[in-house]
């Protein structure tokens, strides 16, 4: 059996916990119960101490720390805003250190890369952590090459996740590695998820983010996404604000972190985003979000995506 460890510590997020911990399991049953195969996976959450608390309330009991020399097959690093503070934990760092060394791949969930980083596994290598962390995480950690878009990472022997439930894909992704397409793919019709999810987490972070600043402009918000086609420049903008363009660029930068041009091209590109999903050209995508060009809209999906239009719609529609 592979003996997978998933690290726990106070304030850890519940789900980075427990997402893995029942992929695993349900790749134990799967085996089987479908497969007529060994159960595969030993999965067992350890902690510094019997009893941990998560952020959001829930205990749990927990292994201790196994020897950091015994054999390992997977190491998993929860994250949770208790990362910070075990990221200050000199013994655990150390444990993780010396923990990685014994085993045959690393992995982090979410902010768990803070704890990978500090450990100094990540230095050179290509990451992912939660997109909402990712500012923070580059100027910390300068010496990893931080991707903010993709659910999970894989560079050598360690892997990194996105933000919470991205811990999930990541689990599939490593029993797909493991045992094969199908008994993965078993596992996520049990779970009713994505073998392989599409999209990035850049998904997930525009909308989101331009609520961050309150409600002033969310009604604003709303008449972009439905009027993509039209004349979206400052004065527009500025008019449906019923505010002058030099104060509405003034105020609407300090409330959403970006310009109203800036704005109006990430709701753009999430917008083309979600037509090339569903099926539709790069050109009616285009049209429909208000490009004034397919090159323009090329550079942009260049800029968010790292790939073109055309490439994206054939991998995800």
């Given amino acids: 059996m592979r003996r997978i460890e998933i690290l726990a510590f106070d304030n850890a997020q519940l789900l980075d916990i427990t997402g893995p911990l029942q992929v695993f399991t ?32 829930l205990a749990l009991m927990t292994a201790p720390l196994a020897d950091a020399d015994s054999p390992l097959d997977t190491l998993i690093i929860a994250g949770g805003w208790g990362v910070n503070k075990a990221c200050d934990n000199l013994g655990l760092i150390e444990w993780v250190r010396r923990r990685a060394a014994s085993a045959r791949r690393i992995a982090s969930v979410c902010s768990g890369a803070f704890l990978l980083a500090e450990a100094g596994l990540l230095d050179g290598r290509r990451a992912a952590t939660h997109w ?58 049990e779970l009713v998820v994505f073998l392989k999810r599409p999209g990035g987490q850049a998904q997930f972070s525009t909308t989101l983010k331009l609520q961050e600043g309150g409600e002033r402009f969310d009604r604003l918000h709303g008449w972009i996404m439905d009027n993509l086609r039209t004349d979206l420049s400052l004065q527009t903008l500025a008019e449906r604000a019923n505010m002058s363009a030099r104060s509405f660029s003034r105020h609407y930068l300090k409330a959403t972190g970006r310009t109203p041009a800036r704005a109006v091209e990430e709701i753009r590109i999430e917008a083309a985003r979600r037509l090339l999903e569903e099926g539709l050209s790069v050109h009616q995508a285009r049209m429909r979000c208000g490009f004034s060009s397919e090159e323009t809209m090329r550079r942009n999906f260049m800029r968010k995506f790292g790939t073109t239009p055309q490439a994206f719609r054939d991998h995800f529609a």
């Fill in 132 to 189: 909402n962390r990712c500012e923070e995480f580059a100027k910390r950690f300068p010496r990893v090459k931080l991707e903010p878009d993709p659910i999970f990472v894989q560079d050598g022997q360690i892997w990194s996740s996105a933000g919470v439930t991205a811990g999930i894909d990541l689990s599939l992704a490593l029993i797909e590695a493991d045992l094969g397409r199908t008994l993965a793919l078993s596992v996520a019709r």
């Fill in 26 to 57: 349900s790749a134990n049953e799967a085996a089987a119960l479908e497969f007529d195969r060994p159960k595969p996976y030993e999965a067992v959450v350890v902690a510094e101490h019997t009893q941990t608390r998560t952020s959001s309330g």
